[in-house]
């Protein structure tokens, strides 16, 4: 057998490894993220439902912030290491995030009417998912937008720390409007990127390798989900 055959049964094995395996992958990484909205929301509603237990969250700063601080140390954790630990413990992991995360967010049931969350929420699920799908399928390469809206988001922390002290309500809707901008466009660079790394990743590594990209990824695109919603209730979240 030549070379070409050789090269040509590979890419046409491959090629059909792909197409069995790439759409199982995708499907995982959106349920994953779907069922991290879920653990958010179902735990985000049943501690401001008991006000008891929110109460004694929000009036201890130490328990609070350390909360927030175990939230950005399961991030950095699971990134750091998710190569070395098995799919389990991952996946532990990330719904750890997510149920923190609605600890966190529980909040924004006291600061805003529940008709107005429900509305941005819908909002929120369609842009991402229009967003989602300009990511699955164009063919434009979009790392150069990516590159300047990871700048943009940056810039944009640096902004919202500095408006704390300022105390800007006009700066304070400036970046909440930048906000969206930012999270819109990186919501399609973002399965992009997902699309082909588990393109790529295909008949390369093992089953729970890529299994544990596909978590990846769904934290990814969850973190995305996540702030463009908060952005966008900020916008057109109604106070009570």
Not at 60 to 80: D, K, P, Q, T
Request: charged share 10%.
């Amino acid at each position: 057998m030549d070379n070409y055959t050789r090269n040509y049964n590979y890419s046409s094995s491959r090629t059909e490894a792909v197409a069995k395996t790439f759409p199982k992958l995708m499907r995982s990484v959106y349920a994953w993220m779907c069922a991290g909205l879920l653990m958010t929301a179902f735990t985000a509603l049943g501690i401001a439902k008991n006000a008891e237990l929110f109460t004694a969250i929000f009036s201890n700063r130490l328990l609070f912030w350390g909360i927030m601080i175990a939230e950005i140390a399961l991030v950095v954790y699971l990134s750091a290491r998710i190569h070395k630990m098995s799919f389990a413990t991952a996946a532990l992991c990330f719904a750890g995030y997510a149920i923190l995360n609605g600890v966190t967010m529980s909040v924004i049931f006291f600061l805003y009417t529940l008709a107005s969350i429900a509305q941005t929420f819908f909002i929120c699920a369609g842009t991402f998912g229009a967003m989602s799908l300009v990511g699955l399928f164009v063919k434009k390469d979009l790392s150069a937008m990516g590159r300047i809206l990871i700048m943009g988001l940056i810039g944009l922390i640096i902004a919202t720390v500095v408006n704390i002290f300022v105390a800007s309500s006009g700066l304070a809707m400036i970046l909440n409007y930048l906000g969206v901008v930012i999270f819109v466009g990186l919501t399609a660079y973002d399965v992009q990127r997902i699309r082909i790394m588990l393109t790529e990743a295909t008949d390369v590594y093992s089953t729970e390798q890529t299994q544990k990209m596909a978590l990846m990824g769904s934290l990814t695109i969850y973190l995305d989900f996540i702030n463009l919603f908060l952005y966008l209730l900020r916008i057109f979240g109604d106070r009570k």
